[in-house]
Structures are given as C-alpha cells and as structure tokens.
C-alpha cells in the first residue's frame, strides 16, 4: 500500500471521528500497546468506550467485515474435514466439509458464499458458516423467485403424506400431490430422486414453508396447445389421444391439452356394462370428433365410429323364419335382447318366449350369460331391427287342445297366479285355464283366492269350456267333487232341527256353523231366547230350517221359532206346501208313465 492511499485513509478516519465527536485513536498505536495476553486471561479489563472507538475506526479499511454480513470468499486449503477460506480479511475462516456435502466436487480456488458469523472467537479465529449463507441467500432467490415468476431447478428428495419433499436452493420445499402432474399421479416413487422443474406458488413467512407445482408449468404449456387445438378441431377429424380418466358413463381422452368425452354408448358396437371393458387407464387410441360447443370447450368423441357397423356385415343370406343362436345381454321386464352377432341384437318379446297367454316377466324365461336358440320373426335392414321368438321353435300346445283336454275332463295343473275373481292354473306350458272363485267350493263362501289356494300350489281341475278361437280355458275346481248340497237337501229339510253355533254376528243377523261343515244365517229378529235375551257370537243352541235352496247354497235358520206359535204355524204351512208340491210332481210322473204304457199297447195291437 502507498504511503499517500495510507495517509487518506487516516485522513478519513479522522475525520469520521471528529463527527461522532470521539476521541481519534491510532489503529497501529491501539495494537502496539494492547495486551492480548492479559485480555485473553481477563488479568486486564479493556474499557468498552475504547473498543468502540477501535471498532468505528476500522470500518471501512481493506478486510474489514461486519459480522451476519453474507459475502463470497475463496477456497484456499483444503483439509480431511475442513475447508479454509480467504474472505481478504486479516485472517482465513474454517468451515467444516460437512456443509459441503451437497458438492461433492468442492477444489482449492472455488468461489463460495459465506456467512460472517463472528469476526473473531476468544482465540481471535474468523468463524464462518456457508450453511448459513446458502439458506439466507436461498431465501432470497426464492422470494425472488415467488414476486417474479421464475421457473427454478428442484430435486425431489422424497415421499411425504399427501405429496413430496423438494429440495429448492437448498431449502425443502413441499410438493402437493395435486401439483405434480395435470393427470391423476398413481406412482409417486418414479419422481423420487429426479431434478424437475418447478414454480413457486406460496411462501409462509411466518413458518418458512414453501410450497412448489410442476403442474403450474404443464398448465401453461397446455394451454397454448390447447389454443392451437381447438383452433382446428372440426366434426369427423381423427386424432390420437391418451386415457386420461374412466367413469361409469364414458372415457376422458387427453388429446393433447383438451380433454374430449367418449361416451359408454359410443365405445363399442356391442351392449357393456363399464367402459374398462373396452380401455383401460394411459392407453392411447384413435377417435374422431362427433360434436363440440360453440366454444369448443366440450367436444364428444366417439371409437366406435371408426369401424363399420356391425349389421352392414350380417348376413345377407338371413331372412324371416331362419333359426339363430345368440347371447341374452340384455333383460328388461318386457322382453330380453339377444346378440345374435358382435353389435347385432334382436328382441324377444316376453309374449314370444311362451305360448301361454298368461304373460310373466322375461326373468322368469332367461337370464343375462344364457346361450339361447330363436327364430326371426321380422327384419328391419335399414332400421337395424330384428325380432325374435322362442316359442315358435315347439309345437303350438293348441293345436290339439280339444283332443286333450276336452270338456268334462278332469287334470291337475298348478297355480300360477291369481285376481280378485279367479284363479289361473297352468295344466302344461303354454295351456293355462281359469278358475272362477265361485268354482272353487261347494260349500266355503271364499272371499279371495289366496284363502283357498297359493300360488305353486297343485290343484284338481275339470275342464267346463273350451274355446279354441280366443284360446280361452274355463276350469272348475269344486267339480271334481260330489255336490254335499245333494245330500244336504234331505237333512236340511224345511221344519228340522239341528244344533249349531254362532260364528259371526252383524246388524243383519249372524251366520250359524252346522258340524257337517254347512253354513246357515239367522235374521236378527230369529236371534231372540226364550226368557227375551239375544243370542251372541259363540253361543251353541238349536235351530230350525226355515228355507233350504240347494242352487244358491243358502239356508235359512231360526232359534226363536222353535217356542214361538206363531212361528210354528208359519213352518207348518211351509213344509204342507212343500209336501204337496213333492206329490204333485209325483203324480205327474204317474200319469206319464200310465199314458207310456197305453200308447204301446196299441202300438202291438197294430202289429
């Protein structure tokens, strides 16, 4: 250094003091006469007001350094675990290699930055730290980074829950799962240990976290794609895309930065349950543009469309009445649908699946998966319709239905439903017949059917008509027992008298329950005891026969004729009447027999 550059300097520490209004201390005058020794040992206490003025009057000298100053200094030496350090003060720093472990490739005369963390320890040693200068200038570079836009460089350290560690300027930074790609990510590890590039989205002073996307970074190359795209998208354009999703209604296609639908229905010719049956996730495929919005933002594909339909390839040799063997892959409640070939289907209507008239549900003929055999019953080319039938491929049952089952024929067929006013039995498949409430017992007054049968049940059936034309069965239950009212008739005569309990009561009257099962019904005003009281429910007593009909099934009963007079004369009268109807009747069939036998006397006098 110049005698004249020392003299300035002087000059200017000089004249600083003179400003603060210290007193001027000589540097080399302050060093000569200090004791290091006795202030080492703390033998000799240093006036504090002194140092200051030493400390002032070094700023601003060659090699001066304030301490948490972050500057850049020069490897010169470099040891088994230390690097020394020349930051061109009086004296050289030491900094440990381990925070040189991020480089590897550190040499004698590299430029690294540090940080000032004391300008002399108790031994007088310069202390540094390049940990701390990096994390101090990696704040900074990243708060840079954050206000400008800056796109930096980030190794990917490792997995953490909901996303990655990233190591940016040396501070660890977090990797949301959500930013890493613009795809759903299902593999984290592949991103392990790889350099990336990033943009820094949000910084929490107070928590020094910093949160990093690469998903910012795609969005913003796609979006330019996207505009480019759109901007010659037209209706029938093929283009290549990727899977980029799969739902239950259809497939997201990657098209390059616009994502387009293919709908379930537009994936195959054939009938599918779910769109993975005919794709599957990252796989690239070609499709074409059926329909967008007017800004193009949702564009329908279709992958069908780009092979010929399937019924352009049927047969053309197959007509109306031929046989074809296909698989049921569609069952609704009024028929079931049968691809007979890959993307051709025919219906079966339920009424074509069996020749009863007593429609069911499909469920009950086929199931999904069934390989089953039908006939064409019409076919629609243009349209792409085709009808099938089951039934047609066996004998019509009704073509010798009155050969098998005619009138007054007795079979046992079994319940397959029933209404409000009859019952239906099947007697075989295809032959079902009524039966009417009222032919279901002699002697039960049946409210509804299910009191009396259920369905599945196997029931004896007489057959009463037959009509062949409207294919029509009407069937009898009760006839195929003897009619007990035959025999009731006689017991039940008008004027006798039977024992009977009450098993319901109304305002009208109460129905009375005989032991032979028959039923009768009292009047009200026939209701009354003896000593004036009225019978109730569940009361065994006598009863006399005031009216028998064996056609309708009735009788009529009373307890309270039984003691009455009056009502004794009425009963009388009634059966004189009936008695002597009885002999007119027999007298008639006298004298026809009398007038039988003359008209064949002369007849063999004649001969």
């Not at 490792?158 to 990233?166: A, L």
């Not at 790889?194 to 002073?205: D, P, Q």
Request: proline residues 2%.
């Amino acid at each position: 250094m110049s005698e004249e550059t020392k003299n300035t300097e002087e000059q200017v520490v000089a004249t600083e003091v003179q400003e603060t209004a210290i007193p001027a201390v000589d540097p080399k005058q302050f060093l000569a006469d200090f004791n290091w020794h006795k202030y080492e040992q703390g033998i000799e206490a240093v006036d504090e007001e002194k140092l200051q003025h030493f400390e002032k009057a070094l700023e601003g000298t060659v090699g001066f350094v304030n301490e948490r100053d972050v500057i850049e200094g020069t490897v010169i030496r470099i040891t088994d675990r230390d690097a020394i350090i020349d930051i061109n003060s009086k004296s050289e720093g030491v900094i440990s290699l381990n925070e040189f472990r991020y480089n590897q490739g550190l040499k004698e005369g590299d430029t690294v930055e540090v940080l000032v963390d004391k300008r002399e320890d108790s031994s007088g040693q310069l202390v540094l730290s390049h940990k701390k200068a990096r994390v101090i200038k990696a704040w900074e570079r990243v708060n840079n980074a954050h206000e400008t836009g800056e796109v930096v460089n980030g190794f990917v350290k490792c997995r953490t829950r909901g996303g990655m560690i990233v190591d940016v300027f040396g501070i660890e930074a977090f990797l949301p799962g959500s930013q890493i790609d613009v795809k759903p990510i299902r593999d984290y590890d592949q991103y392990v240990e790889k350099t990336m590039e990033f943009k820094v989205v949000k910084i929490n002073h107070e928590f020094k976290n910093v949160v990093v996307s690469h998903k910012a970074l795609i969005e913003a190359d796609i979006e330019l794609q996207k505009k480019e795209i759109i901007g010659q998208l037209e209706k029938g354009q093929v283009l290549e895309g990727i899977v980029k999703n799969i739902t239950s209604y259809g497939v997201f296609v990657d098209l390059g930065g616009v994502d387009g639908l293919v709908h379930i229905t537009d994936l195959s010719w054939s009938r599918i349950n779910h769109p993975n049956e005919v794709v599957e996730l990252d796989q690239k495929l070609n499709v074409v543009i059926l329909d967008f919005d007017d800004n193009k933002s949702r564009i329908q594909l279709g992958l069908k469309q780009l092979s010929a339909h399937p019924w352009e390839a049927l047969n053309d040799t197959l007509k109306v009445g031929d046989k074809v063997t296909g698989e049921v892959v569609v069952i609704a409640d009024y028929g079931a649908f049968v691809e007979v070939e890959q993307g051709v289907e025919g219906l079966i209507h339920v009424s074509e699946m069996s020749w009863s008239t007593h429609l069911r549900s499909a469920q009950d003929f086929v199931k999904v998966g069934d390989k089953v055999e039908a006939q064409v019953l019409t076919l629609d080319r243009d349209d792409r319709k085709m009808s099938l039938g089951i039934k047609q491929l066996h004998p019509d049952p009704w073509t010798d239905i009155t050969t098998k089952y005619p009138v007054g024929s007795t079979h046992t067929g079994t319940v397959r439903n029933y209404t409000n006013f009859g019952v239906f039995v099947e007697l075989e498949e295809g032959i079902d017949g009524l039966v009417y409430i009222s032919d279901l017992s002699w002697t039960k007054k049946i409210k509804h059917p299910s009191d009396f049968v259920t369905v599945g049940d196997k029931l004896e059936v007489q057959v009463l008509e037959l009509d062949v034309e409207n294919r029509k069965l009407n069937l009898g239950h009760k006839q195929t027992q003897d009619n007990p009212w035959d025999a009731h008739e006689a017991t039940y005569a008008i004027g006798s008298t039977h024992e009977g309990t009450i098993k319901e009561k109304n305002d009208k009257g109460a129905v009375v329950s005989f032991a032979d099962g028959v039923e009768g019904f009292a009047p009200t005003r026939f209701l009354e005891k003896e000593d004036g009281s009225k019978l109730e429910k569940g009361n065994t007593i006598a009863f006399i026969v005031l009216e028998f009909s064996k056609e309708y099934r009735r009788v009529v009963v009373s307890h309270t004729s039984i003691f009455r007079e009056e009502e004794k004369r009425n009963i009388k009268t009634a059966v004189k009447k009936s008695v002597d109807a009885e002999k007119t009747t027999l007298g008639d069939i006298g004298g026809l027999a009398a007038l039988k036998e003359k008209m064949e006397a002369g007849t063999k006098k004649k001969k």
